[in-house]
T-cell receptor
Framework: KQEVTQIPAALSVPEGENLVLNCSFTDSAIYNLQWFRQDPGKGLTSLLL?????REQTSGRLNASLDKSSGRSTLYIAASQPGDSATYLC????????????FGKGTRLSVIA | GAGVSQTPSNKVTEKGKYVELRCDPI?????LYWYRQSLGQGPEFLIYFQGTGAADDSGLPNDRFFAVRPEGSVSTLKIQRTERGDSAVYLC?????????????FGPGTRLLVL
């Protein structure tokens, strides 16, 4: 059974810092990996999707990397802003069958002005 | 265009009651997913529809939970004889065709509290 772990569970940083969020998964037979953002009381917003054949994806100040063989992904946020404060969730899609996602518990990020 | 919508946004019920949660996916999306998110946890898969049929219901915790999508658009998640442990945020997501390359678009969720 696929298990997704995110470290740290919570993180507080001053504005302007670069930071890294970590995600690990137990079964490397994944089709893709996604990073989502969740704001309190709201749904999930997809930030980056990395296919299993890719090593990284970039969008603005966000960069996500994937090392499928070691079962790890990182989300790098450059020059953090208070508006980045949210919970960040990592999710993997199975390599076979249907497309339900398996999520980690998330990292709760606070960026202090 | 409009995103995924879910109603109600909040639902408070008493143990043993029946509840229905509704999801309106993005127009034209054939794939629809239900997830449940307990406090401090990530979302957990419940059921996946492709069109009108449930393609994968392996995540439903027991037979008190049932979902339908009779016309291939709106879906209703039904919970019978609710228990306090059913309290969670129920999230709905949709995607254009259910292919794994696609992003799933999530609604804001329904927060269910069973007293």
């Amino acid at each position: 059974k696929q298990e997704v772990t995110q470290i740290p569970a919570a993180l507080s940083v001053p504005e302007g810092e670069n930071l890294v969020l970590n995600c690990s998964f137990t079964d490397s037979a994944i089709y893709n990996l996604q990073w989502f953002r969740q704001d309190p009381g709201k749904g999930l917003t997809s930030l980056l999707l990395i296919q299993s054949s890719q090593r990284e994806q970039t969008s603005g100040r966000l960069n996500a990397s994937l090392d499928k063989s070691s079962g790890r992904s990182t989300l790098y946020i450059a020059a953090s802003q208070p508006g980045d404060s949210a919970t960040y969730l990592c999710a993997v899609a199975r390599n076979s069958g249907n497309t339900p996602l398996v999520f980690g518990k998330g990292t709760r990020l606070s960026v202090i002005a | 265009g409009a995103g995924v919508s879910q109603t109600p946004s909040n639902k408070v019920t008493e143990k043993g009651k029946y509840v229905e949660l509704r999801c309106d996916p993005i127009s034209g999306h054939t794939a629809l997913y239900w997830y449940r998110q307990s406090l401090g946890q990530g979302p957990e898969f419940l059921i996946y529809f492709q069109g009108t049929g449930a393609a994968d219901d392996s995540g439903l915790p027991n037979d008190r939970f049932f979902a339908v999508r009779p016309e291939g658009s709106v879906s209703t998640l039904k919970i019978q004889r609710t228990e306090r442990g059913d309290s969670a945020v129920y999230l709905c997501a949709s995607s254009p065709s259910g292919r794994r390359v696609e992003t799933q678009y999530f609604g804001p969720g329904t927060r269910l509290l069973v007293l």
